[in-house]
């Protein structure tokens, strides 16, 4: 009689795996997370997080400039620039951004791009900035290369074949 219910048991305890197994190669299939993905000298990183900074030292002014961005269902969403100083050609029509920071000058901009192209080199010292993270993006390629950041959504084994971008070393390398 002692045999009867543990082939039941065994034959339950298979079945509720194999559901399982079914029910996570489903979700695993169909599941997809919104990120940002970063291309830059032949590697490609991402972050989830919706809300990111690109900062550098302008070339002709020598002063840093920032964008904030922010992910969205259309694209990425110029919302903020702030400068510490600006010349000829800088937009100053925008209205002024709803909070300044110290020595910096903000504009409200609310522009959406498909994405970035970026060129980035040691003179300029190009960061991308999210969270709690600070990627020092022109340590990562030789000068003047093209740093790409798109808005995408990635199954799981998108997010398993790739890296997050603040766990790259500091050069972008594994």
């Avoid at 259309?74 to 620039?81: E, I, V």
Wanted: net charge negative; proline share 5%; hydrophobic share 40%.
């Amino acid at each position: 009689m002692s045999k009867q219910p543990s082939k039941r048991l065994w034959l339950l305890t298979s079945a509720a795996l194999m559901a399982a197994l079914v029910f996570f190669v489903l979700w695993a299939s169909v599941s997809q997370q919104p990120v940002v993905e970063v291309q830059v000298d032949g590697t490609t990183c991402y972050f989830t997080e919706p809300n990111f900074e690109l900062r550098w030292i302008h070339s002709v002014e020598k002063q840093w400039w920032e964008e904030q961005y922010q992910r969205t269902d259309d694209g990425l969403l110029l919302t903020t620039t702030y400068f510490e100083a600006f010349g000829a050609g800088t937009p100053s029509t925008e209205a002024l951004a709803l909070i300044q920071k110290p020595g910096y000058l903000g504009y409200q901009i609310n522009e959406t791009l498909p994405s970035l192209n970026w060129v980035v080199s040691r003179l300029t010292k190009g960061e991308l900035n999210y969270a709690d993270h600070r990627l020092l993006i022109h340590e990562w390629a030789p000068d003047y290369s093209e740093v790409t950041v798109t808005p995408k959504t990635y199954h799981l084994i998108d997010r398993l074949q790739k890296d997050f971008c603040h766990e790259l070393a500091s050069d972008g390398s594994r």
